[in-house]
């Protein structure tokens, strides 16, 4: 027993003529719901692999304003989503820049004469058309 209880128990209820009244305190125990939007702007500037980076920075941004409005199960689908997104946009991001770093390297070592950034204007004219 807390001291202050204690000497409500030995004391008694308070003696007065006005009616007692009692005060509720409601604490919120807010649930941190991580928006992973840091993230998602990462993966949508450096590794948005099939505009994978740019939706899961939607999901992040629709997570924020769930948030913001109070719907914590909203946020928490949102953020799971974006999350998810985010995996697959750095993975994917990640397995097709060592693709073309590989690609590069391997065309480098076969011709030996050009230099590596002759070859990546290479590979960006092959794809772009030009």
């Given amino acids: 027993m807390h001291r202050e209880e204690h000497e409500v128990a030995v004391l008694g209820a308070p003696q007065g003529s006005g009616p007692v009244m009692s005060t509720v305190v409601n ?28 939706v899961a920075f939607a999901y992040s941004v629709k997570s924020r304003d769930r948030k913001m409005v109070g ?45 590596i950034l002759e070859e990546l204007l290479d590979v960006i004219k092959s794809y772009g058309g030009h």
């Fill in 27 to 54: 604490v919120s125990s807010e649930t941190v719901v991580p928006d992973h939007v840091v993230w998602s702007l990462f993966n949508t500037l450096f590794f948005n692999t099939c505009c994978l980076g740019f």
């Fill in 71 to 115: 719907d914590v199960i909203g946020a928490q689908s949102y953020a799971s989503t974006a999350k998810c997104l985010n995996i697959w946009a750095l993975v994917l991001g990640l397995l097709v820049t060592t693709a073309v770093i590989i690609t590069i390297r391997y065309r480098y070592q076969c011709t030996g004469s050009r230099t």
